[in-house]
C-alpha cells in the first residue's frame, strides 16, 4: 500500500435542497476524499488550513479515520473557509449563496516530510497555483489526479494549463471537458484533454455514471440508480476518494486497475448523496460498500444470444 496525500479544503457548509436545509456543517473536498480514502485504510494525510473556529471534535474524527493532520494549519486568528448553496429541485443545478475564502485566502500548504514520498496525491478543486506548489514538493509521486472546475479556467486558465501539464489523471464534469477542449463530443474533447499532458481522463455525469479515457481506450461506469437523492454536496469529491484510495492501496496504475477504481468511486458516491454533507461517509461501513459493489456488477453483467 502507497501512502496518499490529499489536497483541498476543510470547511463549513450550509446547504438547502428540496429535503431541507443545514446550518454550518463540517464540509470541504479534502474532508470528502479523505473519508471516502478511508474506506481503503491508506496511510493519507490531509494538506489545508481551517481557522481557530473549526472545532477539534473533527479534527480528532479524521485522526479516527486513519487521516495524518500534520499538514492542517490552524490559524487561530482568522475563520474557516465557508461555502453556502441551494439546489434546485432537479438537484443537478445549485445557486451558490455565500463563498467565503477566509483563511484559504492567503493558504500556502506544506506536505508533512514524510509524506513528501507519497506515491498518490489527490489534488482537490483549489486554486491551481496551490495545487502546482504541492506538486513541486513531492518527490517521485507516480499518480497524481487531478480534479478542477470551470472557476478556474474561466479565472485561471494559464496556470491550470500549467498543473494539467504535470499530472496523470484529471477528473472533471462533461461541462468543463468541453469548455477546457473546445470540443462537443467527449470522445474528442478527452482526446485533446490527454494531449495537454494526462494519460487518463476522468469524465463524471453525475447521475449518468462516468468515463475513463486513456489512449485509444474507453471504459464507462454507470451510477446508481437511487431512489433519493438527498444532497448531492461531495458526490465528486467523494468519487475522487474513492477513486485514489483505491489506487494506494493497490499501487496499480494500470488501465484495467483504473476501471475498478472508478467503480469503487461511484459506489462509495452513491452512499454520500443519502444524507446531508458529510454524515452518511462518517457511518458507512465496509459491509454496506461491500453490498453495492455487487449490485453495481449485476447491474452491468448480461450474457446475449447472437442470432
Known amino acids: 500500500m502507497s501512502k496518499l496525500v490529499i489536497v483541498g479544503t476543510v470547511a463549513f457548509d450550509a446547504i438547502e435542497t428540496p429535503f431541507g436545509k443545514t446550518d454550518k456543517i463540517l464540509g470541504g473536498a479534502a474532508t470528502y476524499i ?47 473557509f465557508f461555502w453556502s448553496g441551494k439546489y434546485h429541485n432537479d438537484m443537478n443545478t445549485r445557486d451558490t449563496l455565500v463563498t467565503e475564502l477566509n483563511v484559504l485566502a492567503d493558504f500556502n500548504p506544506n506536505v508533512p516530510s514524510e509524506y513528501r514520498d507519497a506515491e498518490v496525491v489527490m489534488l482537490g478543486n483549489l486554486h491551481p497555483m496551490v495545487q502546482l506548489s504541492v506538486i513541486e514538493q513531492m518527490d517521485d509521486a507516480k499518480m ?8 478556474w479556467m474561466d479565472n485561471a486558465l494559464e496556470d491550470l494549463m500549467k498543473v494539467i501539464k504535470k499530472i496523470d489523471v484529471i477528473t472533471i464534469n462533461d461541462e468543463e471537458a468541453r469548455q477546457l477542449s473546445g470540443e462537443y463530443s467527449l470522445v474528442n474533447a478527452a482526446r485533446k484533454i490527454m494531449e495537454m499532458g494526462p494519460d487518463y481522463v476522468v469524465i463524471k455525469k453525475g447521475e449518468h455514471g462516468a468515463l475513463l479515457f486513456h489512449e485509444d481506450e474507453m471504459f464507462f461506469a454507470p451510477a446508481l ?12 469529491d467523494t468519487f475522487a476518494g474513492g477513486f485514489s484510495g483505491y489506487l494506494a492501496k493497490t499501487e496499480d496504475y494500470s488501465f484495467k486497475n483504473m476501471k475498478n477504481a472508478i467503480i469503487f468511486g461511484s459506489a462509495l458516491a452513491s452512499f454520500c448523496v443519502e444524507k446531508f454533507g458529510t454524515e452518511r461517509m462518517l457511518s458507512l461501513q465496509k459491509k454496506e460498500v461491500h453490498k453495492r459493489l455487487q449490485q453495481f456488477k449485476s447491474l452491468t453483467q448480461f450474457d446475449i444470444e447472437l442470432t
Open 34 to 80: 479523505g473519508l471516502a480514502a478511508s474506506q481503503f485504510n491508506v496511510d493519507g494525510a490531509i494538506v489545508s488550513v481551517v481557522g481557530g473556529d473549526f472545532p477539534e471534535d473533527y479534527i480528532t474524527m479524521l485522526e479516527h479515520k486513519g487521516m495524518d493532520v500534520s499538514g492542517l494549519q490552524i490559524v487561530s486568528e482568522g475563520k474557516t
Open 225 to 236: 440508480p437511487l431512489a433519493e437523492v438527498f444532497d448531492p454536496t461531495g458526490a465528486g
Open 144 to 151: 497524481i489526479v487531478l480534479d478542477t472546475m470551470n472557476f
